[in-house]
């Protein structure tokens, strides 16, 4: 086909579109309230983090804790790492901050490296700021424990 019919065709679509499609039709509401493509709606609420609480308990192994403190203007990008100025192997003992797990100095091969893979240098992948929020959906999660303990609990009767 030559250039002057894709031209054509280009020239077209405009009023395909405006005649075949309603661009205000409604979205369907999910996790948050739907609207039209025209409409605007205001940015939400920033919620308060939750901070220098009790540590969150884990609910499965090689969960990734949870961050317990604000990190509002942490510089985590390729030059700097604002997280490992308390939790590096060399200061934890003088910061008081849980140290980097172990699995973080490992590479893809599980070779001990003597800093922080590059895998795993990007905190925020993993790790995140609580805030004080209301459930989105309903959860009716159980740890394992928990189902160990009502296990034992309905055998023992």
Same mark, same amino acid.
């Given at each position: 086909?030559?250039?002057?019919?894709?031209?054509?065709?280009?020239?077209?679509?405009?009023?395909?579109?405006?005649?075949?499609?309603?661009?205000?039709?409604?979205?369907?509401?999910?996790?948050?309230?739907?609207?039209?493509?025209?409409?605007?709606?205001?940015?939400?609420?920033?919620?308060?983090?939750?901070?220098?609480?009790?540590? !969150? &308990? #884990?609910? /499965?192994?090689?969960?990734?804790?949870?961050?317990?403190?604000?990190?509002?203007?942490?510089? $985590?990008?390729?030059?700097?790492?604002?997280?490992?100025?308390?939790?590096?192997?060399?200061?934890?003992?003088?910061?008081?901050?849980?140290?980097?797990?172990?699995?973080?100095?490992?590479?893809?091969?599980?070779?001990?490296?003597?800093?922080? !893979? &590059? #895998?795993? /240098?990007?905190?925020?992948?993993?790790?995140?700021?609580?805030?004080?929020?209301?459930?989105? $959906?309903?959860?009716?999660?159980?740890?394992?424990?928990?189902?160990?303990?009502?296990?034992?609990?309905?055998?023992?009767?």
């Amino acid at each position: 086909m030559n250039k002057w019919f894709f031209a054509l065709l280009l020239s077209m679509l405009p009023l395909a579109i405006s005649a075949n499609e309603n661009l205000d039709a409604p979205a369907p509401d999910g996790v948050r309230p739907g609207g039209t493509l025209s409409q605007e709606f205001p940015a939400p609420i920033i919620p308060r983090e939750l901070s220098q609480g009790p540590r !969150s &308990p #884990r609910n /499965y192994p090689e969960q990734p804790p949870t961050i317990p403190h604000s990190i509002r203007d942490y510089q $985590v990008d390729k030059n700097f790492n604002q997280c490992l100025s308390c939790h590096s192997r060399g200061r934890s003992p003088e910061t008081g901050a849980p140290m980097v797990s172990v699995t973080h100095f490992w590479d893809r091969d599980n070779q001990a490296l003597a800093a922080v !893979s &590059p #895998r795993r /240098y990007f905190c925020l992948q993993c790790h995140v700021v609580q805030h004080d929020v209301p459930r989105a $959906v309903g959860n009716d999660f159980q740890s394992i424990d928990t189902v160990l303990q009502k296990s034992a609990t309905e055998n023992a009767e």
